[in-house]
């Protein structure tokens, strides 16, 4: 079993749409987990952290649910400028070992 | 410097033939990655490095590859031997102790 699961998409929505990605991971010892974004031929950018208590940064909302070890991404209102691949990551000791990334979750926001 | 920092940007090479490739991370981050991404695949940990320390190799870090930091500044990344198989982006990123990672814009290397 892969330690971070992602559904590849790719997930076609219109402007406007609300869009939500799930990740699962594998190892219950994960302590830090984030969401990143990535353009296409780009390289990969923190988007955000995502904390137990869920947390919110304008349209995109993160949750994360520690008993079944999946991790949420919540877009409202999207816009084109969100099309891109997004990442799910996590890592097993806060700060301490190098992050696993997911596949990514392709985006497209259409007009 | 505002960025890590990556070159060249592209490499194309000779299956066969060694290649290096240099990362300048942000000046004052303690730690150094360098992962590799191929089509469709997320980015995957290859080595990292807490100042000049080498602290841990994936099992993907095959003996023809070796990295290096020797002075906890900037790092290399040299594939010898190279194979189709290696061909990929290699990005390099750099974080404080426990903080998110900065990436490079990676360099792309073209086994042919």
């Known amino acids: 079993r892969k330690e971070v699961e992602q559904d590849p998409g790719p997930f076609n929505v219109p402007e406007g749409a609300t869009v939500a990605f799930n990740c699962t991971y594998s190892?219950?010892?994960?302590?830090?987990f984030f969401w990143y974004r990535q353009d296409c031929r780009k390289e990969p950018k923190l988007l955000m952290s995502?904390?137990?208590s869920g947390n919110e940064d304008g349209r995109f909302t993160a949750q994360l649910n520690r008993a079944s070890q999946y991790i949420s991404l919540l877009i409202r209102d999207s816009k084109l400028s969100d099309s891109a691949t997004y990442l799910c990551?996590?890592?097993?000791?806060?700060?301490?070992?190098?992050?696993?990334f997911g596949k990514g979750t392709r985006l497209s926001v259409i007009a | 410097d505002t960025g890590v920092s990556q070159n060249p940007r592209h490499k194309i090479t000779k299956r066969g033939q060694n290649v290096t490739f240099r990362c300048d991370p942000i000046?004052?981050?303690?730690?150094l990655y360098w992962y590799r991404q191929t089509l469709g695949q997320g980015p995957e940990f290859l080595t990292y490095?807490?100042?000049?320390?080498?602290?841990?190799k994936s099992r993907l870090l095959s003996d023809r590859f070796s990295a290096e930091r020797p002075k906890g500044s900037f790092s290399t990344l040299e594939i010898q031997r190279t194979e189709q198989g290696d061909s990929a982006m290699y990005l390099c990123?750099?974080?404080?102790?426990?903080?998110?990672?900065?990436f490079g814009s990676g360099t792309r290397l073209t086994v042919v």
């Open positions: 990123a750099s974080s404080p102790l426990h903080e998110g990672y900065t």
């Open positions: 190892n219950s010892a994960s302590q830090s």
């Open positions: 995502v904390y137990s």
């Open positions: 990551v996590v890592s097993s000791n806060s700060g301490n070992t190098p992050l696993v």
């Open positions: 000046s004052e981050h303690n730690r």
């Open positions: 490095f807490q100042n000049e320390a080498q602290l841990e």
